[in-house]
């Protein structure tokens, strides 16, 4: 593999090295059970302490090492052109609901950081969707227009910061944005203590309903609560089967140092690219995101590569010193689901799809979560029911994502590479009698094999040449070289294969 400009690690867990939290070793019983330690389960665990509750919040990393530890971290209840669909979709009163809830998540981030004197470089900031088309200025002159009728902060404008001509764009004022480790590991830490307990290095891997639903743990310890919260990203409780609602999604990140001017403004254009600026020892780092798409459906090298050459084209960049990347989930409506994990599911609550716009959105699910398990009504949760059917116009959507998932099962596992023909640093699917096993060469020449088979749902994995990981295209599953699950819905690592089984040759 060729290299790749910048240190391949998030900026935000870069920076924000915490104290751990330990690892749960005893069985334990405590009003609630949050599963999954990004911004939807630490604000929610956070807001049902000061309820009154007594809560356990439970992750199978480190508290904001997930998809809220790899973003460019803008809080806003802008999301792209998302307000003229809405109202389209979900009427006048959805799009209103869908933006009085994110702009709600906004403010709680905020009073919390403000509260709690969190330094975590929280800035107001004017968020912009802009093109560079003159054949779309009408698009975008329409979505300020909606999202000013659905009650939002909107403006249309041609007047930005940016080194190039802009046909026109939304403004969204005062909007913000943060580092969100340093925050969410502020809010973990008020969480523990007081007979709520925080707990990292603990995978969940099933969660039984009832009157006290019951949570067991990877290494065997149960937690009991009357409530529990799955908030995982992607659930890795299929009984709703969202993974057939959703679609994973990669993208990509660069954090830029350039010469001169960075842009101050939040932007994303209407061709995906994202930009912003983050306050570092010496100046503004500019990050520069975008070449989103489907997870295990294009080369990961060719998308940063393509992001490096976006960001040298348009600035006169002096070095790039960070690269990550990460994947959303994209509810095939465009609304996060929140609520019940299932018609039938009394006690077990769900948070997902936040089409990468996660900040405003996990945050205002955790204040609907909140409200559910206090018995108060909520003015958004209708609009976010995680048992919605959903408007018909996606139902388009809903049946092409699932025939390319099909289509995916079916085809990969026709794949049979050979284990000579891998590269060091590189990765295969290999033949393995009737199966496939997926064979990793490391950087030694040393060869590790694994299953290929995903454990969450037997779609075949796909090597990630940029991660070196084991990516599953068709609900985002994600696993390390040695089969260790990275991200769900899996629970289960890879098994691992020995190289004679594989293949070798």
């Not at 998932?405 to 794949?415: C, Y």
């Amino acid at each position: 593999m060729q290299s790749l400009p910048g240190r391949p690690a998030s900026f935000w867990i870069d920076t924000a090295p915490g104290e751990p939290f330990p690892v749960l070793e005893r069985g334990r019983s405590f009003d609630v059970t949050v599963l999954g330690a990004g911004i939807t389960g630490v604000t929610t665990a956070l807001l049902l302490k000061r309820e009154g509750l007594k809560v356990a919040l439970i992750e199978a990393g480190h508290v904001a090492h997930g998809a809220s530890g790899y973003s460019t971290a803008k809080v806003t209840s802008q999301h792209s052109l998302t307000y003229s669909n809405l109202r389209s979709h979900f009427g006048d009163d959805g799009a209103a609901a869908y933006g009085a809830a994110n702009q709600a998540g906004l403010a709680l981030i905020v009073r919390l950081s403000e509260e709690l004197g969190i330094d975590c470089d929280l800035r107001r900031k004017p968020a912009f969707t802009y093109t560079e088309s003159v054949e779309e200025r009408d698009t975008v002159r329409r979505e300020a227009e909606d999202a000013l009728a659905s009650g939002l902060p909107a403006s249309y404008t041609e007047d930005l910061d940016l080194p190039w001509p802009v046909a026109g764009a939304v403004r969204f004022d005062d909007q913000a944005e943060f580092h969100p480790v340093k925050y969410l590991v502020a809010l973990a830490q008020e969480v523990d203590g007081d007979g709520s307990a925080v707990f990292e290095g603990t995978r969940a891997v099933g969660v039984k309903d009832g009157e006290w639903p019951r949570v067991t743990t990877e290494n065997g310890r149960t937690v009991t609560a009357r409530h529990v919260v799955v908030a995982t990203h992607a659930p890795f409780l299929d009984r709703a089967g969202f993974f057939a609602r959703m679609h994973p999604e990669r993208s990509y990140v660069l954090g830029v140092k350039v010469r001169g001017a960075v842009p101050q403004g939040m932007y994303i254009s209407t061709q995906g690219h994202s930009l912003r600026a983050q306050p570092v020892a010496g100046g503004e780092l500019l990050l520069v995101g975008g070449e989103s798409h489907k997870l295990g459906h294009s080369d990961e090298v060719e998308r940063y590569r393509a992001l490096e050459t976006y960001a040298r084209e348009r600035f006169d960049v002096a070095s790039i010193d960070w690269r990550w990347a990460t994947h959303d989930h994209i509810p095939h409506d465009g609304v996060p689901y929140v609520g019940r994990l299932a018609p039938f599911s009394k006690n077990i609550l769900v948070a997902t799809g936040f089409r990468k716009w996660g900040y405003a959105n996990g945050s205002a699910a955790a204040l609907m979560l909140t409200d559910r398990i206090a018995g108060r009504s909520n003015p958004w949760a209708s609009t976010f029911d995680s048992t919605r059917l959903g408007p018909p116009q996606a139902a388009s959507s809903f049946v092409k994502e699932n025939a390319n998932v099909g289509r995916r099962f079916a085809m990969d596992r026709l794949k049979r590479g050979t284990v000579s023909g891998i590269a060091p640093g590189g990765g295969a699917i290999v033949r393995d009698g009737l199966g496939q096993s997926a064979v990793h060469r490391d950087d030694e020449g040393r060869l590790h094999a694994v299953s290929a088979r995903c454990t969450h749902l037997g779609c075949i994995v796909d090597w990630n040449d940029a991660e070196r990981s084991w990516d599953c295209p068709c609900h985002g599953s994600r696993f390390d070289t040695d089969g260790s699950v990275l991200s769900g819905p899996a629970v289960a690592p890879l098994a691992r294969r020995s190289v004679e089984d594989a293949g070798a040759d």
